[in-house]
């Protein structure tokens, strides 16, 4: 039912900065938790950061935290995950997740509790 759209990726030189946004359909965002995940070749799909429907709880992925930062704003249907000091073991496709989470503020890390995936976007850090 919810169609996600990602974008933003690109090449990037380690330490440098990327923005990524995520638009969906429909007009219930507001009732989605919502996320990011990455996933490197022959990795696992691992979590990188979580937001709630009305972004009053965030969790980050250690491996992130302190320079990723998760958002979103619900008029227009959009999440954003600002990533700056990006590292070489960033390089991922990252895809975004909504979850179907009405009157909870949840912002989850598991991926079985999403519902909806987008296409993904690659992000490539060089060395």
């Known amino acids: 039912q919810v169609q996600l759209v990602e974008s933003g990726g690109g090449l990037v030189q380690a330490g440098g900065s990327l923005r990524l946004s995520c638009t969906a359909s429909g007009r219930t965002f507001d009732s989605y938790a919502m996320g990011w995940f990455r996933q490197a070749p022959g990795k696992e799909r691992e979590f990188v950061a979580a937001?709630?429907?009305?972004?009053?709880?965030?969790n980050y992925a250690d491996s992130v935290k302190g320079r990723f930062t998760i958002s979103r704003d619900n008029a227009k249907n959009t999440m954003y995950l600002q990533m700056n000091m990006l590292k070489p073991e960033d390089t991922a496709v990252y895809y975004c997740a909504a979850g179907f989470w009405p009157r909870r503020e949840v912002a989850l890390i598991r991926s079985p509790s999403y519902d909806y995936w987008g296409q993904g976007t690659q992000v490539t850090v060089s060395s």
């Open positions: 937001i709630s429907r009305s972004a009053g709880n965030t």
